[in-house]
């Protein structure tokens, strides 16, 4: 029962990670937490029961979060070496500005 403890725990810290940061591999870490405890819960479903069915979640889990990771990191390193931007802030707006300026161009404005 203190692992379900454990992990609820380390969901909460995750999701504050991604509500209030914004510097890029922050927000990673925080996606990285959130995953770490939904893999704690597919190990406890796994040792609750002798059904192999809490392994499989398991593989599962570790297969989509690796694919997750490797996303989120190529995309970081494309928006590094881009803009110079880690901050979600400034690529939000810097997106907003390229549509408006876009739409200048084109006479939509």
Same mark, same amino acid.
């Given at each position: ?5 454990? *992990?609820? +725990?380390? &969901? #909460? +810290?995750?999701?504050? @990670? ?20 939904? *893999?704690?819960?597919?190990? &406890?479903?796994? *040792? *609750?029961?002798?059904?192999? !069915? @809490?392994? #499989? $979640?398991? %593989?599962?889990? $570790? ?7 490797? +996303?989120?990191?190529?995309? $970081? %390193? +494309?928006?590094?070496?881009?803009? @110079? ?5 400034? !690529? ?14 084109? @006479?939509?404005?």
């Amino acid at each position: 029962m203190n692992y379900v403890v454990l *992990s609820i +725990i380390l &969901l #909460a +810290i995750g999701i504050y @990670g991604l509500l209030t940061n914004r510097h890029l591999l922050k927000v990673l870490i925080s996606v990285e937490l959130i995953a770490t405890a939904a *893999s704690m819960n597919f190990v &406890l479903l796994a *040792s *609750s029961s002798n059904k192999s !069915l @809490g392994e #499989a $979640f398991l %593989i599962l889990a $570790f297969s989509t979060d690796t694919c997750v990771t490797a +996303i989120i990191l190529a995309l $970081f %390193i +494309i928006i590094a070496k881009k803009y @110079g931007i880690c901050d979600i802030r400034q !690529l939000a707006r810097l997106e907003n500005h390229e549509k408006v300026e876009d739409d200048e161009e084109k @006479g939509d404005v």
